[in-house]
Every structure is written in C-alpha cells, then in structure tokens.
C-alpha cells in the first residue's frame, strides 16, 4: 500500500511541486487548499503527469477548526493511516496599516495564515500519524532570519513550534523538520506584487545569483520525509542560495 501524504496549499507553487514529488515516488496525496477549481484542476494535472490516480483533493480553509475537523475525518474515514504531513498554506498580508486597528489585523491575518494553519491541521491529523515512521513538515520562509514585520515574525513562530513538537514526537519514532525557502519568485505569494527592480534586488542579494524554484524546495522536502530522514528531527532547512547562512 502506497502511503498517504497530505500537502496543504498545494493547488500552485511550491505546494503543488511537493505533491508532484511525492506522487511520482508513488505516495498517494491528498492536497488541500482554499480554491476548489485550482486543486481540481491541479490534482487532474498531477494525476495526468504520472499516469495514474494517486493525487485527491479537499478544499478548506485551514484558519476554521471546524472545517479542519472536518477535513481530519474525512481523511481518517478511510482508515489508512497519515504518513507525511507537509504544511505549506500560508501567505502575506500586505499592505501599510495607519491604525492601530489596521496593525492588528494585518498582524492577526499574518498569524492566522501562516502559523494557525499549520498548527491545527497538524493537531487534528496527530492522532492517525503513523508511529513510528511519521513525518511532519512545515514550510518557512527566509523571511523569519531576515524579519520581514508580521510575516517574518509569524514564520519564525513556526520555528518556535517546530523545536517542541519534534521533541515531544521524537520517541514515536516521527520527525518534524522546517524547510526554510529563499526567493522562489514562481509562485502565488509573488503574483502581482513583483516588479523588476524588486527582482533585481533579491537577486543581486543572493550568492548564487539566480532564484529558487518550487522543485529545488521540493526536493528538499521529499528527502526529510523519506526513509533516509528518520533521523533528522527538529531541524531547519535552508533553501536560498546562501542568501542567509545556516543558523538555526
């Protein structure tokens, strides 16, 4: 039996070259995202590029506990056990609050779309992670060493949360791992907000010279959630072209 692998914000981006990794190594994934028509149309993608039906898709959104529980038993229903958690849902919130009303929602909207969607999706599928041999991922950003105003911060909270679960998992024999993605300019936190000076800018900053891309973090991921990462536990993993060195 194949395991199942559940990638959230998966219809685009990095998400999406997750899915595409781990379907092709022959996980059956399920991806989950907001917008029903871009998993649809990503999971035919997927499914078409493998020649097989490995690839399903739930949309929900992850900031709603009860659309969480939902989707969490909707997938136990089937009574396979969770394998590989990747948690990547998240964006930014934008703009440039005046008020002190203003601060505080972009900051709430920050946290909730980075941090309370990892947390409780990863709550409600603990109990049908596979133990031993589970594997949690959480997607970071080079935004939580670099700061970056409430998006950094809230990056950087999952780091803070990735520390204690790992610990507390560990002798479950299940891993927790970040990946931390540099400048990966094709995918939708980019889209419309990008210009060629700002593109520039991370370029020139970035030792290697060139951007990431969403397979180069995927590759990245498909190997803390192999065989060969079960002993990789409460790390961060870089992926920016030495645009920030190692330190976690």
Known sequence: MP?????SGAATGIGKAVAHRLAAAGDAVVILGRRADALEQTAAELNTAIGGELVRW???DLTKPDQVETVAAT???????????VNNAGGIAGGA??????????????????VLTTVLLTQALLPQLSRPG??????SSVAAFRGA????AAKAALHAWMYSLSADLAADGVTVNIVAPGFIPETRFWAGRLSRDMYDARVNAIPMGRPGT?????????????????????QILQVNGGWVTGRG
């Open 149 to 152: 105003n409430s998006y950094g």
């Open 58 to 60: 739930h949309q929900v």
């Open 214 to 234: 969403p397979d180069e973090v995927a590759a990245a991921v498909q190997y803390l959630v192999s065989a060969d990462g079960g002993y990789t536990t409460g």
């Open 97 to 114: 609050p005046d008020s002190l009303d203003e601060v505080a929602e972009v900051w709430r909207r920050d946290f909730d779309g980075n």
């Open 134 to 139: 589970g594997r949690i991922v959480a997607i």
């Open 75 to 85: 997938i136990a229903a089937n009574g396979q056990a969770v394998d590989v958690l």
């Open 3 to 7: 395991r199942l692998a559940i990638v």
